[in-house]
């Protein structure tokens, strides 16, 4: 089964812990040689998705929206971004080269293409800006591949 990512970033401390504790179940309800996880592995929900799949001893493919996209991530973040996009599979790449809102969009789009399931890790408000999680999720939906969404009862943004 390959299973997307999206999410927003810049969860708040609690909220991380249990978005975490919400993924990690979800993947190791699964078996590992049965689950391919495909990630933007941008901070937040797309990076602990990857990661707990890679513990999981399943297989990881990354998306990289843009040539630029690493250097409009967070600077603590890179470590984390290398080593994940250095342990996938597989890499797919959009072609564009700016890390923009369209980049961003047709990374996810890319993604949805390539998977059977997304997890959504999201609390149903609408996007934040073009190409947020709402936008990713209506579109997924629309597609017809199912959606399930993941957030902590009584969390917010």
């Given at each position: 089964?390959?299973?997307?990512?999206?999410?927003?970033?810049?969860?708040?401390?609690?909220v991380e812990a249990q978005v975490r504790a919400?993924?990690?179940?979800?993947?190791?309800?699964?078996?590992?040689?049965?689950?391919?996880?495909?990630?933007?592995?941008?901070?937040?929900?797309?990076?602990?998705?990857?990661?707990?799949?890679?513990?999981?001893?399943?297989?990881l493919e990354a998306v990289v929206p843009a040539?630029?996209?690493?250097?409009?991530?967070?600077?603590?973040?890179?470590?984390?971004?290398?080593?994940?996009?250095?342990?996938?599979?597989?890499?797919?790449?959009?072609?564009?080269?700016?890390?923009?809102?369209?980049?961003?969009?047709?990374?996810?789009?890319?993604?949805?293409?390539?998977?059977?399931?997304?997890?959504?890790?999201?609390?149903?408000?609408?996007?934040?800006?073009?190409?947020?999680?709402?936008?990713?999720?209506?579109?997924?939906?629309?597609?017809?591949?199912?959606?399930?969404?993941?957030?902590?009862?009584?969390?917010?943004r």
């Open positions: 089964m390959r299973v997307g990512i999206t999410g927003p970033r810049g969860l708040n401390t609690p919400l993924l990690t179940e979800y993947v190791t309800a699964h078996d590992p040689a049965d689950l391919v996880g495909v990630s933007c592995t941008a901070d937040g929900p797309d990076s602990w998705f990857a990661e707990t799949v890679l513990e999981h001893g399943s297989r040539a630029e996209y690493r250097q409009g991530l967070p600077d603590w973040h890179h470590p984390v971004y290398d080593r994940l996009v250095c342990r996938a599979a597989d890499i797919h790449h959009t072609g564009m080269a700016e890390s923009t809102f369209k980049a961003h969009q047709a990374g996810s789009e890319i993604l949805v293409g390539l998977v059977d399931e997304l997890v959504a890790v999201w609390d149903g408000k609408p996007a934040r800006g073009y190409g947020g999680t709402a936008d990713v999720v209506a579109d997924t939906e629309r597609t017809g591949i199912p959606v399930r969404v993941l957030w902590p009862e009584g969390a917010s």
